[in-house]
């Protein structure tokens, strides 16, 4: 908790001597600088928000298309079948990452 306290205090002894140090002018200026800042950066969030509904929406209509071709075509069995291979590949292959590496004495 000491730690916590000699930074607050240090911080608290920044901000005076910034204060001290600079007149207005300049702390204004920072001020609105870093909120230029903030605001740019939740600008960015939104549009990152926005993309990700996009690419969300995008795909859930793929997902229904694939659907409505699978079932006309009569392949959702096929599909089914090969999601499972699919899904022991990955477990094979997790197991086997897992395991040991034989590495040469020379390497």
């Given at each position: 908790?000491?730690?916590?306290?000699?930074?607050?205090?240090q911080l608290?002894?920044?901000?005076?001597?910034?204060g001290?140090?600079?007149d207005q002018?300049?702390?204004?200026?920072?001020?609105?600088?870093?909120l230029?800042?903030i605001?740019a950066m939740?600008n960015?969030?939104?549009?990152?928000?926005?993309?990700?509904?996009?690419?969300?929406?995008?795909?859930?209509a793929?997902?229904?298309?694939l659907?409505?071709?699978?079932?006309?075509?009569?392949l959702?069995?096929?599909?089914?079948e090969?999601?499972?291979?699919?899904q022991k590949?990955a477990e094979?292959?997790?197991?086997?990452?897992?395991?040991?590496k034989?590495?040469?004495?020379?390497?």
């Amino acid at each position: 908790m000491a730690k916590i306290d000699n930074r607050v205090a240090q911080l608290e002894d920044w901000v005076k001597k910034m204060g001290e140090d600079n007149d207005q002018n300049v702390v204004f200026a920072n001020i609105n600088f870093l909120l230029s800042q903030i605001r740019a950066m939740g600008n960015e969030n939104s549009n990152i928000t926005q993309q990700a509904q996009q690419m969300q929406g995008a795909l859930q209509a793929n997902n229904e298309a694939l659907k409505v071709f699978l079932e006309k075509n009569d392949l959702v069995m096929d599909w089914q079948e090969h999601l499972e291979e699919l899904q022991k590949e990955a477990e094979e292959n997790a197991v086997q990452e897992s395991g040991t590496k034989k590495v040469d004495a020379q390497e």
